[in-house]
T-cell receptor, first 120, second 115 residues
Framework: KAGVTQTPRYLIKTRGQQVTLSCSPI?????VSWYQQTPGQGLQFLFE???????NKGNFPGRFSGRQFSNSRSEMNVSTLELGDSALYLC???????????????????FGPGTRLTVL | AQKVTQAQTEISVVEKEDVTLDCVYE???????LFWYKQPPSGELVFLIR??????QNEISGRYSWNFQKSTSSFNFTITASQVVDSAVYFC????????????FGAGTTVTVRA
């Protein structure tokens, strides 16, 4: 079974530009989460999507947005890039099994290798 | 607010030594989950364990063991007889029990195991 894939693996952008990162979850996984990892702030939760809906959101400005498609693939977008947005962006997917809408057991999150974004 | 503190930034040991990683947390939630993840040089985080706050039993999995002490808000991780392949950054994380996708991570501890 293929793992979580993220594209591109590396990106270089300049300040003011926007960027879109893509995440393909493990087949059958319906929950996709995004995290930002920087040397200064560490790992921080951005948002989580399930069935094309944003279910959870971290404390990031509105420049950070995301979406999920019907095949569970997810994209995140950062507009008006700032130098401080340089980071490793990690995506994670989870099976999130539910019975009658209630999660029956814990399904661990599987992480992708990340996209390294450099803003110049 | 939730906070996870990993006071050890880096630990270097010689192969076969034991290494213990400290994790102290703060939360106002009465129930919560604690996690440990490993991040090897390749970058992806690898899940190691999830522990519910009402389950204070220690756990052992092969060379890994975890010591959860609610009284001191600590969830420490020990690697016994370390190996070079254990070299990685290890993260402790916390989430409310109502939402175990919203992880708050510690700063991480870099473990280097020398042959």
């Amino acid at each position: 079974k293929a793992g979580v894939t993220q594209t591109p693996r590396y990106l270089i952008k300049t300040r003011g530009q926007q960027v879109t990162l893509s995440c393909s979850p493990i087949s059958g996984h319906r929950s996709v989460s995004w995290y930002q990892q920087t040397p200064g702030q560490g790992l921080q939760f951005l948002f989580e999507y399930f069935s094309e809906t944003q279910r959870n959101k971290g404390n990031f400005p509105g420049r950070f947005s995301g979406r999920q498609f019907s095949n569970s693939r997810s994209e995140m977008n950062v507009s008006t890039l700032e130098l401080g947005d340089s980071a490793l962006y990690l995506c994670a997917s989870s099976l999130d099994e539910r019975l009658a809408g209630v999660r029956s057991s814990y399904n661990e999150q599987f992480f992708g290798p990340g996209t390294r974004l450099t803003v110049l | 607010a939730q906070k996870v503190t990993q006071a050890q930034t880096e630990i270097s040991v010689v192969e076969k030594e034991d290494v213990t990683l400290d994790c102290v947390y703060e939360t106002r939630d009465t129930t919560y989950y604690l996690f440990w993840y490993k991040q090897p040089p390749s970058g992806e985080l690898v899940f190691l364990i999830r522990r519910n706050s009402f389950d204070e039993q220690n756990e052992i999995s092969g060379r890994y063991s975890w010591n959860f002490q609610k009284s001191t808000s600590s969830f420490n991780f020990t690697i016994t007889a370390s190996q070079v392949v254990d070299s990685a950054v290890y993260f402790c994380a916390l989430s409310p029990s109502s939402n175990d996708y919203k992880l708050s991570f510690g700063a991480g501890t870099t473990v280097t195991v020398r042959a």
